[in-house]
């Protein structure tokens, strides 16, 4: 006599004294399709107080990290943009203090301590003598201090930067004002940003990638 085996369905089985459900019927919901490495969205006004009203909408709704790029400086733009002075003339007057100290001690060490002169009696090292080689030092570190550190503070050189792809964005030498926020923004928000810039009047909304 031949015996008939009767299986359970794999749903069916018990595992560990659990039932398991059966398995769905329905297809699982499709993935979102990945979103491109957003870098910012970007467009451009026509006109300086459009940009600059524009800003103000975006500083007081609490965005942070959004840049203006124009062919021309605006007056009191960084105002509009809620822009804080900036700490690089402490650095640069911390370079000229370095290179006038620098020079004080260059003129100590030579003349008073390695090779001193006696010359009619005269005191090895006067500080009206090296009045000149103070001012020239001290100018020539916060010079420098200035030029090196600008292109530190502003990541230069740099060759390439994700605004430079938009389809316009050579206007922004000519009649173009141009507004670019970034991804980066804890307050971006892909399709509410979008809205708040169209509703702003921009013209040629892009969003550019890195």
């Given at each position: 006599?031949?015996?008939?085996?009767?299986?359970?369905?794999?749903?069916a089985?018990?595992?560990?004294g659990?039932?398991?459900?059966?398995a769905?019927?329905?297809k699982?919901l499709?993935r979102?399709?990945?979103?491109?490495?957003?870098?910012?969205?970007?467009g451009w006004?026509?006109?300086?107080?459009?940009?600059?009203?524009?800003?103000?909408?975006?500083?007081?709704?609490?965005?942070?990290?959004?840049?203006?790029?124009?062919?021309f400086p605006?007056?009191?733009?960084?105002h509009?943009m809620g822009?804080?002075?900036?700490?690089?003339?402490?650095?640069?007057l911390g370079?000229?203090?370095?290179g006038?100290?620098?020079?004080?001690a260059?003129?100590?060490?030579?003349?008073?301590?390695?090779?001193?002169?006696a010359?009619?009696?005269?005191?090895?090292?006067s500080?009206?003598?090296?009045i000149?080689v103070?001012?020239?030092?001290t100018?020539?570190?916060?010079?420098?201090?200035?030029?090196f550190?600008?292109?530190?503070?502003?990541?230069?050189p740099?060759?390439?930067h994700?605004?430079?792809?938009?389809?316009?964005?050579h206007?922004?030498?000519?009649?173009?004002?141009f507004?670019?926020?970034e991804?980066g923004?804890?307050?971006?928000?892909r399709?509410?940003?979008?809205?708040?810039?169209?509703?702003?009047?921009?013209?040629e909304?892009?969003?550019?990638?890195?």
């Amino acid at each position: 006599m031949e015996t008939e085996l009767h299986r359970a369905p794999l749903s069916a089985r018990p595992l560990n004294g659990i039932e398991l459900p059966d398995a769905p019927t329905s297809k699982p919901l499709p993935r979102p399709a990945p979103q491109a490495n957003i870098h910012a969205l970007m467009g451009w006004f026509a006109t300086p107080a459009e940009l600059y009203r524009a800003c103000e909408v975006l500083r007081d709704a609490g965005y942070q990290r959004f840049d203006a790029h124009t062919p021309f400086p605006v007056h009191g733009l960084e105002h509009a943009m809620g822009l804080r002075p900036t700490r690089f003339p402490w650095l640069v007057l911390g370079g000229g203090v370095l290179g006038l100290v620098s020079a004080v001690a260059l003129a100590w060490y030579t003349q008073a301590v390695d090779y001193p002169l006696a010359i009619s009696g005269k005191p090895a090292f006067s500080v009206q003598a090296f009045i000149p080689v103070f001012f020239e030092l001290t100018v020539l570190a916060a010079a420098l201090t200035c030029f090196f550190g600008l292109w530190a503070v502003s990541g230069l050189p740099r060759f390439f930067h994700p605004t430079l792809t938009h389809p316009s964005f050579h206007r922004a030498t000519d009649d173009a004002f141009f507004l670019s926020v970034e991804a980066g923004d804890p307050r971006f928000d892909r399709l509410e940003t979008r809205a708040l810039l169209a509703g702003l009047g921009i013209r040629e909304l892009a969003e550019v990638t890195s």
